[in-house]
């Protein structure tokens, strides 16, 4: 069992950064892939970065490339998501979740956190 908590949103100018945190539970955290989704009002919740528990490989959606990193410290048992350079489009709730496999997919992860507001005003 994994539980996750989100800290770190808030509200940003466009241009801005923020960096998301997410403190996890449990002995097992660098096993699991740990991914960060967003869902913007009336829009599904879709992929934004992932990354590997072994090698520490990283993936990201087509969006986000070049301006957010996602990492990893698994003696802290924390995932991050560092923003930059933030978008109007970026604004949505972001929720971190853990898989034990690697995956894209929203169905594929089996622990989510509660989710944190990032807000980017233009």
């Known amino acids: 069992q994994v539980q996750l908590v989100e800290s770190g949103g808030g509200l940003v100018q466009a241009g801005g950064s923020l960096r998301l945190n997410c403190a996890a539970s449990?002995?097992?955290?660098?096993?699991?892939?740990m991914g960060w989704f967003r869902q913007a009002p009336g829009k599904e919740r879709e992929f934004v970065a992932a990354?590997?528990?072994?090698?520490?490989?990283?993936a990201y959606t087509n969006s986000v490339k070049g301006r957010f990193t996602i990492s990893r410290d698994n003696a802290k048992n924390t995932a991050y998501l560092q923003m930059n350079s933030l978008k109007p489009e970026d604004t949505a709730v972001y929720y971190c979740?853990?898989?034990?496999?690697?995956?894209?997919?929203?169905?594929?992860?089996?622990?989510w956190g509660q989710g944190t507001q990032v807000t980017v005003s233009s």
């Open positions: 990354i590997r528990s072994r090698d520490g490989s990283t």
């Open positions: 979740a853990a898989s034990s496999t690697w995956t894209f997919s929203a169905y594929e992860y089996s622990y």
């Open positions: 449990g002995r097992t955290f660098s096993s699991y892939t």
